[in-house]
């Protein structure tokens, strides 16, 4: 049984920045596509960034330049670095995570991925 930890996340400023991380634990995966999603009140959820083994990343648009995921292979583990952070970012994350390597044209979906972290808030406000 796969479980998401999440942590990081919290209250900043426009402009100001915030990490987030996420640990797949229950067994070692030697490929995973893992990533966020995030969901502000009253709106949709969305599909915020994913990166998948030796292939690459898939960023929202409008985060692209200002959020960058890395990822930890060994630790099953990513990292998402968010810089100049605006209002419109507050929301709850979401960790995803699927031993597969999902193509690109799914990577958005949220029908994807086999497993979900609990949420972390991330607050941006002056």
């Known amino acids: 049984q796969v479980q998401l930890v999440e942590s990081g996340g919290g209250l900043t400023q426009p402009g100001g920045s915030l990490r987030l991380s996420c640990a797949a634990s229950?067994?070692?995966?030697?490929?995973?596509?893992m990533g966020w999603f995030r969901q502000a009140p009253g709106k949709e959820r969305e599909f915020v960034v994913a990166?998948?083994?030796?292939?690459?990343?898939a960023y929202l648009d409008s985060v692209k330049g200002r959020f960058t995921i890395s990822r930890d292979n060994a630790k099953s583990t990513v990292l998402l670095q968010m810089n100049s952070l605006k209002p419109e970012d507050t929301a709850v994350y979401y960790c995803?995570?699927?031993?597969?390597?999902?193509?690109?044209?799914?990577?958005?979906?949220?029908?994807?991925?086999?497993?979900w972290g609990q949420g972390t808030q991330v607050t941006v406000s002056s």
């Open positions: 995803v995570f699927t031993p597969r390597r999902i193509i690109t044209s799914q990577m958005g979906v949220a029908g994807s991925y086999d497993n």
């Open positions: 229950g067994r070692t995966f030697s490929t995973f596509t």
């Open positions: 990166t998948r083994s030796s292939v690459g990343d």
